[in-house]
């Protein structure tokens, strides 16, 4: 029997795993998305092209490959439909062809969206930053016994059971005072894209993927960030769903003893985006010039992210939550002009220094201790072999590796397929 591997982030998302699951997909002949939903792109750079996917896994553009949306995913029938037509059109792929949906991943309506808007302008300064994409209202669905799930499309009472929770969401919209137009409720865009989604293979996820495993592994896809995980993560500000390895068993139905290797990427650096607590923030011009030179801003929001120095406490902390059997570092190259690289290796809590992460790191209760690293004052970006790598450079790569317990396995130098440095 095969196993799963998985490629998760370490930090609050965005850092970089549409590349690398483009990079591996190569060697796996199935690749699963295992939960979240459209708030999540992920970028792909290749053959001169830009691609952001955000519900279908990025093996998508893999020939030959075999793709899962499973059943952790929450899925918008319109966005989901519009990212099919993209595809088509920019590369040809049909992904009616190469795509396969659990029957038990839950559908986004496009009442859910406006639940999602009512709620955060109810929360004020409280909000936590949502995408508006309807996921929070979906899963609080899920986990509410309410929800209507993709095997619905195939009942005879489906649209029953969609009016029924329409009717819920339009009680709660009142209770809100959320107003709102009829249009914004996109009834015939809806429609239209659940009879389109019919071209799809809809599958029993458990039985699919367990059929798969006798036959060759999968790559399992993670979206969002550990530290966004709703048991793990920096809660409230965090996404509805499991992003560390866990949700990976819940989400495809895969047993826990198929889980095989677990790639953990992270940047350089770090960033969030939206509300919620950031010890290693920076909001002087380094800040800035990390923005700038990473092209810091969302791929599918387009919102500007907050950056920071690399927080190795936080860091530690989700690669013993998920178990990483390697490290993937993206984004070195966009530290090259510094003169001075930092790294948290420690926080100052309530007046006492620890390496743990805390149960609640709200702003203001946290202080970061750093350590100093010399800039490598190199450009990286067109270095190919490990041994061309500068040597100040390769021992902040080995300071990280020994804090992290973890081997850094490859290292990311740009957003393209080639930019990238596999470790022997």
């Known amino acids: 029997m095969h196993k ?16 690398i699951v483009d990079v591996l997909a190569g060697r796996y002949g199935v690749v699963a998305r295992f939960q979240g939903g459209p708030n999540a792109g992920h970028s792909l750079h290749f053959d001169g092209k830009s691609f952001v996917v955000r519900s279908i896994p990025s093996g998508i553009f893999r020939e030959g490959s075999t793709n899962i949306v499973g059943n952790g995913v929450v899925l918008d029938p319109i966005s989901f ?21 659990g029957r038990k991943a839950h559908l986004i309506l496009p009442t859910h969206r406006l639940l999602d808007a009512a709620r955060e302008a109810a ?23 309410n929800g209507v799930r993709v095997g619905d499309i195939e009942l005879p009472d489906f649209k029953e059971k969609y009016q029924k929770l329409t009717a819920k969401h339009k009680e709660q919209l009142k209770d809100l005072g959320f107003t709102y137009e009829e249009k914004d409720l996109e009834e015939e865009k809806f429609f239209a894209a659940i009879e389109r989604m019919k071209a799809f293979k809809f599958v029993d996820c458990e039985f699919f993927v367990d059929d798969v495993l006798k036959e060759q592994p999968i790559l399992a896809e993670g979206a969002q960030g550990s530290m966004l995980d709703v048991d793990y993560g920096s809660y409230p500000f965090v996404t509805s769903s499991n992003t560390t390895a866990g949700g990976v068993c819940t989400g495809l139905g895969a047993a826990p003893s198929r889980i095989g290797k677990v790639y953990g990427i992270f940047k350089a650096y770090c960033t969030r ?7 290693t923030e920076l909001f002087d011009a380094t800040g800035e010039e990390l923005r700038r030179i990473g092209h810091e801003y969302g791929a599918v929001t387009g919102r500007p992210r ?13 690669v013993t939550l998920s178990g990483v059997t390697d490290l993937i570092m993206m984004k070195s190259d966009c530290l090259d002009t510094f003169d001075t690289i930092r790294a948290c290796t420690s926080y100052i809590v309530d ?24 800039g490598w004052k190199t450009c990286l970006a067109d270095i190919r072999k490990e041994e061309d790598l500068p040597e100040v450079f390769m021992n902040y790569v080995k300071f990280i590796e020994n804090y ?21």
């Open 4 to 19: 799963v591997d998985v490629v998760l982030g370490l930090q609050w998302g965005d850092e970089g795993k549409g590349k």
């Open 81 to 101: 439909i519009s990212e099919c037509d993209s595809i088509r059109e920019a590369t040809g792929i049909q992904p009616e062809k190469k795509l396969v949906i």
């Open 123 to 145: 929360a004020g300064k409280g909000k936590i930053g949502s995408t508006l994409k309807g996921i929070g209202p979906c899963y609080s669905d899920k986990t509410g016994r």
């Open 273 to 279: 985006v939206g509300s919620g607590p950031f010890p």
């Open 306 to 318: 907050r950056c920071g120095w690399i927080d190795l406490v936080a860091l530690k902390y989700a």
């Open 351 to 374: 007046g006492k220094e620890t390496d743990r992460f805390p149960f609640d790191i709200s702003d203001g209760r946290v202080t970061p201790v750093y350590t100093d690293f010399p």
């Open 404 to 424: 992290l317990g973890t081997r850094i396995s490859i290292i990311s130098l740009g957003p393209d397929r080639e930019a990238t440095i596999e470790r022997v």
